[in-house]
């Protein structure tokens, strides 16, 4: 895939870089910052108000992304709500579910959660008087279905789970997972954070049927500052606004004011319109070059880069999950001695870019009692060459140290 790298300017400008932290946020094709300066050049209008003719154009662009990503994710576009990030639509539904929940209910999450898909569910249980209950993960890095059967019971309201750790990178089987909660609960609520998987292997939501599934743009070459909450239409239909104010409500001088259908109901106020354009261009991109593909290639650097790291530093080394074939693009290790910072910050020193820390995923570092990890993100334009300085680097890293 060498010849993508001529899509991201960056590496114009930057022509040494090793970036191997798309986990974090990916870098941006051309053809995305174009969609996002264009907005701002050729239109600067708001959506879903004015009559004149750049206002018209700007929200029929704006409505064809809601429609481009309904498409992409094999679900209606009336099921799409635009929100700032993975985040911010996870925290939009535990406001809009605390109706549902009630003292001595529970709602089950798993060991392996960003903060973004533990704190909401910890602070609404907290607030309603509800048991938070936390799954526990395989040696592997994912949850077992059989596992999490153990955790569901008549009073759960709630599953939320990820669909690939960000830590591990190791899948999990979510249409498993959310068929065997719903065989024990019919009427539980499953949510799926899926900041890890858009972009990088195919989600058909449809075939997941999962309840709510959220993620953000800037993890699949989109804009920041954009993210998409889905939501069943039915839940939708049922379900309170999150923020009143314009372009959500039919009349607000009634004394209960009539609020629109989803989606709009829940996209009070003006949105980043030009990061949802820029969303649009980033789905085409990968659309473009085929997300099996991206898949594979990634996969492949992962699988490499692992067989590589055991090659060189042997015992020393610890690598999180699998030790052989990998099912993403994500590798988390510790090298022996050295802290994950220091790592980082020396490889950052000669332009290879990784991650140190929790990954905001303490509840998974607790468990394992490591401090912090080292993680290295694969995607679509990174090569073996990456690899190759990866491992050069990382090497004087550890003479430094010995």
Not at 214 to 237: D, E, N, Q, R
Not at 269 to 274: C, E, H, R, V
Not at 343 to 368: F, K, N, S, T, W
Not at 376 to 400: C, G, P, Q
């Amino acid at each position: 895939m060498i010849d993508i790298r001529k899509h991201f300017s960056i590496f114009d400008a930057r022509p040494g870089l090793v970036y191997l932290d798309s986990g974090a946020t990916a870098l941006k094709p051309t053809s995305v910052i174009d969609a996002v300066s264009g907005y701002y050049r050729d239109l600067s209008a708001n959506v879903g108000r004015g009559l004149y003719a750049t206002a018209e154009e700007t929200t029929a662009r704006f409505e064809a992304i809601r429609e481009r990503t309904a498409r992409f994710l094999n679900v209606r576009a009336d099921e799409i709500i635009f929100t700032r990030s993975t985040t911010e639509g996870i925290n939009l539904l535990a406001y809009i579910l605390e109706g549902r929940i009630e003292p001595g209910d529970n709602i089950v999450v798993t060991a392996l959660e960003h903060h973004s898909n533990f704190l909401p569910w910890k602070r609404l249980a907290k607030r309603c008087g509800a048991e938070l209950r936390v799954v526990p993960f395989e040696e592997n890095g994912s949850i077992r279905p059989d596992t999490a059967r153990s955790f569901v019971d008549s009073r759960t309201k709630i599953f939320a789970f990820s669909a690939i750790s960000n830590v591990f990178g190791t899948p999990n089987d979510v249409s498993t997972i959310v068929r065997t909660a719903k065989a024990l609960n019919p009427d539980i609520l499953t949510v799926v954070d899926a900041a890890q998987a858009i972009g990088h292997t195919a989600v058909d939501v449809r075939e997941l049927d999962c309840d709510f599934l959220a993620f953000s743009g800037h993890k699949m070459f989109g804009p920041t500052g954009v993210g998409i909450l889905y939501g069943k239409s039915t839940l939708l239909a049922a379900l309170p606004p999150y923020q009143v104010g314009g372009g959500m409500v039919f009349d607000s001088m009634a004394d209960d004011p009539t609020y629109m259908d989803a989606p709009h109901r829940f996209e009070a106020g003006t949105p980043d319109i030009a990061a949802v354009l820029g969303l649009g261009s980033a789905i085409t991109f990968i659309e473009s070059i085929g997300i099996d593909r991206i898949h594979a290639h990634e996969v492949g650097l992962a699988t490499r880069a692992v067989a590589k790291l055991r090659e060189t530093f042997d015992d020393t080394l610890r690598i999180l999950g699998p030790t052989d074939e990998r099912e993403s693009g994500i590798v988390s290790f510790t090298l022996d001695g050295i802290h994950p910072h220091d790592i980082a910050a020396i490889l950052g020193e000669r332009d290879v870019c990784i991650r140190a820390g929790e990954h905001c995923a303490a509840p998974l570092h607790r468990a394992l009692s490591l401090p912090a990890t080292a993680r290295i993100s694969f995607s679509v334009y990174n090569t073996k060459a990456d690899i190759d300085r990866l491992i050069e680097k990382l090497w004087e890293v550890k003479v430094m140290f010995t």
